[in-house]
């Protein structure tokens, strides 16, 4: 059974940072896709990164540039997001996402096979 499990949310003061995790078990990722998206409260899920497999190419969300990382460690089955100069607007829901059937699907939410239960991130001002 495929699991993946976020941690490393919490409260923080707006311009700190946080490191999530997400670790995955019953099969290994490291030829896939992973992804972080997030959900703010009233407002649908949205992409905020996604990372190959080989972890040499990523994407980000227009308003977390420059500002968060993913990153991934294969040989743990692990990815990470690092978020760093935090704003109350990054206030939401985490989720990690798995493996997409199709590269061009990878920015969508309905792309991934396996989801995280999420982790929650708020950010105070």
């Known amino acids: 059974q495929v699991q993946l499990v976020e941690s490393g949310g919490g409260l923080v003061q707006a311009g700190g940072s946080l490191r999530l995790s997400c670790a995955a078990s019953g099969r290994t990722f490291s030829s896939d896709y992973m992804g972080w998206f997030r959900q703010a409260p009233g407002k649908q899920r949205e992409l905020v990164a996604t990372?190959?497999?080989?972890?040499?190419?990523?994407d980000y969300a227009d308003s977390v540039k420059g500002r968060f990382t993913i990153s991934r460690d294969n040989a743990k089955n692990t990815v990470y997001l690092q978020l760093n100069s935090l704003k109350s607007e990054d206030t939401a829901v985490y989720y990690c996402a798995a493996s997409v059937r199709f590269c061009e699907r990878r920015l969508y939410e309905d792309g991934y096979r396996y989801w995280g239960q999420g982790t929650q991130v708020t950010v105070s001002s």
């Open positions: 990372i190959t497999g080989s972890g040499g190419s990523t």
